[in-house]
Nanobody, 122 residues
Framework: QVQLVESGGDSVQAGGSLRLSCAVSGYNLKTYLMAWFRQVPGKEREGVAFVDSGRAGYRDSVKGRFTLSGDGAKGTLYLQMNSLKPEDTAMYYC?????????????????WGQGTQVTVSS
């Protein structure tokens, strides 16, 4: 059974850093496109970053601040978040999808984690 479990969310001051983890079980990390999304209550879930066969992409607002990495042996995907801003406050979700044609389309992902909360105060 495929399972994604996020961790690492916390409350931090603006300018601080956090590293989110997504522990994957039930499949090989490399066989799926992996992504991080975030959602604020009342708003749509938005893509933050993705990685697929070594190719990574980021939404414009996090470029230069957020970095994806992975540990295949541990089956874990990481999102390093630096220079955090209050507007980064959200629930962050890890997602996995096969045959994803547009990484921002949440409907193309088959598996989701339960989310981890990130709160950035000014």
């Amino acid at each position: 059974q495929v399972q994604l479990v996020e961790s690492g969310g916390d409350s931090v001051q603006a300018g601080g850093s956090l590293r989110l983890s997504c522990a994957v079980s039930g499949y090989n990390l490399k066989t799926y496109l992996m992504a991080w999304f975030r959602q604020v209550p009342g708003k749509e879930r938005e893509g933050v970053a993705f990685v697929d066969s070594g190719r990574a992409g980021y939404r414009d607002s996090v470029k230069g601040r957020f970095t994806l990495s992975g540990d295949g042996a541990k089956g874990t995907l990481y999102l390093q978040m630096n220079s955090l801003k209050p507007e980064d406050t959200a629930m962050y979700y890890c997602a996995a999808g096969r045959d994803v044609t547009w990484w921002l389309n949440i409907n193309e992902y088959q598996y989701w984690g339960q989310g981890t909360q990130v709160t950035v105060s000014s």
